[in-house]
């Protein structure tokens, strides 16, 4: 099928935010294309494929997303001090995870183009490039899901400035597990380390801020080494994952008929760095609004998505932001004691809530 040159919604980027918008307008029988510049969708994974029991329920139950049970956190303090906390979750195949959330909407009705860039924008034109055929399409709303280098963000002035950057490797556990954990180490700068079970392998992660100086491979290989030492894992590399995490809060999610949707939106955890939850439920706030948006033929209730936003969960992410500037600017300052920074600073201690 050719892409239409004009639909009620165009939604840019398949990943959770996207699929989940897509299928929300959709599945009330509004016109919907789907776009994303990825050949296949779903990959390259660029995620470290947790998520909390409470979102499960997006998978449908489908055993073949789930990598994993998780029962615990062990948080790893600089000192060696482990604290464990109950955390329930599942590791999941991020890939498998999005290509399902694709394929529901494609099921609802979404017409889904992969290969598929915006190039631009002006009013209720967008530019697009499928494969090297350009052309424009005319949506009457524009969801913008494209990650954290928002398509429209540039034009606007409102994309993501602070990042988290992370490297990622695939290895073999010597011992299977229930648990994830979280390292905090010097070597690892305005972030942390993790490892990430899925059965008898594990994502083996660090994010860091750069203004440290050092680059998120250099943290990783040390943290290996480390991990190696205690004979965690085997010196074994499967698989290699890069990304970047949006970290400086919550960005203005509506301008005209444009909204902005997970990562592009900044709806991401400025502390543990979480973004899945997020994107779906604002996918599923952000399909009900563009929804009666349409239907009223009336865009002022695009405003109403942010308004929801903000109300549900915009002080927390704005709490974490705060947390973050504190945690970064007293990285390196030889008058607070690392262990108490964390304890500051990290979810599962109180002193984190004050």
């Known amino acids: 099928m050719a892409i239409p040159t004009e639909c009620e919604v165009l939604v840019i980027g398949a990943g959770p935010a996207g699929s989940t918008t897509a299928s929300n307008i959709a599945k009330d029988g509004v016109d919907v294309v789907l776009i994303d510049k990825r050949k296949e969708l779903g990959v390259p994974v660029q995620c470290a494929e947790h998520i909390p029991f409470q979102v499960a329920y997006f998978t449908d139950s489908k055993k073949e997303i789930i990598a994993q049970k998780i029962n615990y956190m062990h948080t790893v303090m600089p000192n060696g001090d482990v604290t464990i906390t109950e955390s329930k979750g599942y590791i999941i195949h991020r890939d498998l995870f999005d290509k399902h959330l694709a394929e529901k909407a494609r099921k609802l009705g979404v017409y889904i183009f992969p290969n598929t860039e915006a190039l631009g924008f002006h009013r209720d034109k967008v530019k697009i490039r499928e494969g090297k055929q350009e052309q424009i399409i005319s949506p009457r709303i524009i969801v913008d899901a494209s990650g954290p280098k928002s398509a429209m963000g540039k034009t606007l002035g409102i994309y993501n400035t602070t990042y988290i950057y992370a490297n990622q490797f695939l290895m073999p556990l010597r011992e299977k597990r229930d ?59 499967l698989a290699i994952v890069a990304g970047i995490i949006p970290a400086g809060g919550m960005l203005p999610l509506q301008k005209e008929n444009i909204l902005f949707v997970g990562d592009a939106a900044g709806q991401c955890h400025s502390i543990t760095g979480a973004g899945v939850p997020f994107a779906l ?52 300052n030889p008058q607070h004691d690392f262990n108490e920074m964390v304890k500051k600073t990290w979810v599962v201690f109180e002193d984190y809530y004050s």
């Open 179 to 237: 648990f994830t954990e979280v390292y905090f180490r010097k070597y690892i700068p305005g972030g942390y380390g993790w490892v990430f079970p899925k059965d008898d392998v594990c994502n083996v992660g660090v994010g860091v801020s750069l203004k440290f100086g050092i680059p998120p491979r250099e943290a990783l290989k040390n943290f290996v080494k480390e991990l190696v030492k205690q004979e965690i894992i085997l010196d074994q590399r």
């Open 281 to 332: 439920l604002c996918g599923q706030l952000a399909g009900k609004y563009v929804v009666e948006a349409v239907q009223e033929e009336d865009l002022e209730i695009l405003k109403d998505y942010e308004e929801e936003c903000i109300d549900s969960f915009g002080d927390s992410l704005m709490h974490a932001v705060e947390k973050r500037k504190f945690f970064e600017s007293y990285w390196n």
